[in-house]
């Protein structure tokens, strides 16, 4: 069944494509401006990117393609209506609806390679589209390239502000390089591979966005390593920096250190005299030499200063300075480990005077047994050198004697 158009249905049809037309035309113009596209389109592209980019570049170029001929008709279509009070015939009815339904959108003719023709082939092709037709190629097409454009914005908004982050790190870094100065050690050889890395990084993100993005979620995983290989340089760099500006005041300040091991040392041995002349065979933490040790790194450190690098000598002064804290704190410990069997021995002193006081209390002190188990207790614990095992075990006798004696009290 034919349908009849009338002027008021061709009206609707024209505003409706009218309203189509203002749309298309302001998503084009929207496509044109997008960052995405335009960085594209200024990028000179590599790898992923570039085949992608290529493929959607002739596809938008087709899309502009239809859209001229999609305007062409609807300008034919303005043109045929003229104005709202013009008289339309059956005969203009019947050409605006062929150019609204029919097949009006001419598409320009393609050539056909010679190869693809038979011996009646046309040497051209030319495609004829609906409107609608136009639009669904058009909106296609758009999403197509729509889509590589955004991808590659957020691929490059991805890369190039932790880029930017590591290429302002590795300036600084640069920065106290050079404040240290030229030195031959590796820490050098790490920056300027992290400085090279980071300028291939930004080149590959600034051409192939797409191809370093792929398959990874958040900042690509080698990113993250440069950064923490810097961190790292940068740490052994600052270091070097400050023991360039600080050496002496470090060094001095090892030096005072190792003064306090010193003594803390002459102590122990001070102690374990004792020790030896007064408990019987102490079992005692060998002698320590550490800080003569230590003194002669600090001279070795005094030698390097005019030969080694300083990224070398930070790390050494830093090294020597946790060492030797370290070192001070066990050299008191060792002290008090020497000291141990003497304060056993004072303790077991007066644990036996405690007993003996509770004993006198109650009245029990003067009995053949209680006065006994004193008297072997206090000449172990009075005598040297001190049998320690054997007075701790006469002490506890004296503890039990003096406990069983004052359940008798009534």
Known sequence: MTTIWTRQAIDAAIDRRAQERSGVSAGLLELDDHPGRRLLDGAQLS?????????????????????????????????????????????????LADLLTGRSVALPRQAVPFERRGLLDPASTQDFLTLDEAVQSMTRTYDLVKKVAVDAENAWNRLLEPLDELKQKVQAARTTADAVGVGT???????????????DMRRRALSDPLGMVAGTVGVPARVTQLLGELDRV????????????????RLAGIEAVITLIAQAEAEAETVRAEVLAKISGPRLPPASAAAAHLRTKVADLRRERSGQSWTLLGRNLSALEKNSRVILENAHKRVEQVRAPLARRDELRGLLDAYRARAARHGVAETPRLVAAHRAARDLLWSAPCDLAAAEYAVRGYQAAVGAALPSMS
Not at 57 to 68: C, D, G, Q
Not at 186 to 199: G, H, S, W, Y
Request: charged share 30%.
């Open 47 to 95: 790898g992923d990117t570039a085949t992608a980019w290529a493929r959607a570049s002739a596809e938008l170029a087709a899309l502009w393609t239809v859209f001229e001929a999609y305007q062409q008709v609807l300008d034919r279509v303005s043109t045929l209506r003229g104005g709202p009070k013009t008289r339309l015939g059956d005969k203009e009815l019947a050409a």
């Open 185 to 199: 050690d590796p820490v050098f050889d790490r920056l300027a591979n992290i400085e090279a890395q980071t300028a």
């Open 234 to 249: 940068r740490v052994e760099l600052e270091q070097a920096l400050a023991a360039r500006a600080e050496f002496d005041e």
